[in-house]
């Protein structure tokens, strides 16, 4: 597993066990279900939206280590953020860890999410890193066609 160390870095091991924000949101504006098949990541992101703003944003479900700690990092940064900013951050994110961009000065929009940089090299694990940005962009839009309603 020594070739893993490199992926699961002291902030991702950090917030797989210790998820900041993780639970319900029962007045919530949006919510949206995320699956990962691959790996059996499990995820719902709840919102609350004033004007373009994210002003709160909370997850529950079950999921590996990087899926945990992706959903987990991305509620503390997106807390505050409009729609735009966090459209933005998912593009890089994603450059991040498909390894189209490095974590280096040049990024320093990404914060915490730069300990995923290791992520493009397992690129099983990609899938994991991206689910709650995915599963967020769905909550945001508010497709009817993703958006679970219960
Ligand atoms: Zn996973």
Known sequence: ?????????EV??????????FHSMADADRHADGYN???????????????????????????????TASAS?????LKGKTRAQA??????????VTGKIHANGETPALGKLAAFSGVCEFPVR???ATLVWHTLRSALEGDPEVVATE
């Open 37 to 67: 098949p691959l790996c059996g990541d499990r995820f719902t992101v709840y919102l609350k939206l004033k004007d373009d703003k994210i002003v709160d944003i909370s997850f529950q479900g079950t999921g590996c280590a990087i899926s």
């Open 12 to 21: 991702i091991l950090d917030h797989s066990k210790k998820p900041r924000n």
């Open 1 to 9: 597993m020594a070739e893993l160390e490199g992926l699961y870095q």
């Open 73 to 77: 990092i991305l509620t503390e940064i």
């Open 87 to 96: 459209e933005a951050l998912f593009e890089t994110f994603r450059d991040l």
């Open 126 to 128: 990609v899938k994991c």
